[in-house]
């Protein structure tokens, strides 16, 4: 077949819809079986000494958690994936298959709370030195390099500013001295941006949040390059990680209706932080999806959407306790500190304290998930935070 006659490519709608599922392996059913099991059996001790058996035990993964692997590394166009029982596990997983002791790291300032907790406490203790960079440091970060830097820990853009980075501009130099970019592509998923496409080594998602989408699961995924792939299944083996099947089953379910979902989210974001914009209470919205905010060049070249989780600030005459009012007066939004599944949910930010090694000044801030209820209701609720917070 000539390739002008070659299957037009599906689109990711359809391929979400079918990517994982093998039903002429199970009888027809549509879903994969959730497969509770620990032990496998052999047939003979042939067959267990070669290893040759699909499955030798559970921890190694089942056809549930290969389903979902599968579905993910198809969705990265990855050369594998594998899960986590929590986004920071995913994290985990990532930075120790990609750092050993001695080594450096590079650390994005505006990272994940939990994630620098981990390269504080653990990896610094492990003998892996740690430095974090501003930013919006962009390819100016090969000043930063050493010797015995081996990875770079990126997240675009951070999930309390909200800071883009130049992600090809940093792969372009950590791959010129053999280092591997890790990226927590959380926020946009693969499906908004990908990571992988973009010299990404290792994509983690916290599946916690929009993979799952309806908040009754805790799942992280880590996607390799085939650079990174091996370290990556050689550690994942090692620490012994393993999700519940029931979980595995969830994020399956989340993981059909991912892109109609976040089409959704992104459209009521856009709408919620437009009309914030004009709120006299707001100083800055921080939405990369705005054409207002620093970062938005960045994110109109190598993204292709945007989720619904943003920040806004309050003028400077706004106090960090009257901000707590403003939360207090929500019904519609719930106080919490995730965020990717169908509610909308807020919770209070002290700008001065999300970034530590190059600190950015900031009023009291908000940060917002718009979830799937009317955008009508969502600003009634917001309506009424601002005149408790005028009160």
Known sequence: MSSSEK????????????????????????????????TVLFPDTKTMLSGAQTY??????????????DAVAELEGAHGAHLAPSGLGAVSLALLSAVSSGDHLLVTDSVYGPTRNLAEKMLKRMGVEVDYYDPAIGAGIAELF????????????????????DLPAIVEVAHARDALVVMDNTWATPVYFDAIGHGVDLSVQAGTKYLVGHSDAMLGTVAASERAWERLDETYGALGMHVAPDDVYLGLRGLRTLKVRLERHMESGLEIARWLEGRPEVSRVRHPGLESDPGHALWARDFTGASGLFAFDFTGDVT????????????????????GGFESLAIPVRLKGARTATPVPGNASIRLHIGLEDTADIRADLEAGFAALRG
């Open 146 to 165: 050493k010797p015995n830097t081996r990875a770079v820990m990126t997240e675009a853009p951070g999930s309390l500013t909200f800071e883009m980075q």
């Open 7 to 38: 299957t037009p490519a599906k689109g990711l709608a359809t391929r979400l819809a079918h990517m994982g599922r093998y039903p002429k392996e199970f009888h027809g059913f549509v879903n994969p079986p959730v497969v509770h099991a620990s």
């Open 320 to 339: 960090f306790e009257q901000s707590c009012a403003f939360l207090d007066a929500l019904e519609l939004f719930g106080l919490g500190y995730s965020w």
């Open 56 to 69: 030798h035990y559970a921890r190694r993964g089942n056809p549930t958690t290969n389903a979902l692997e």
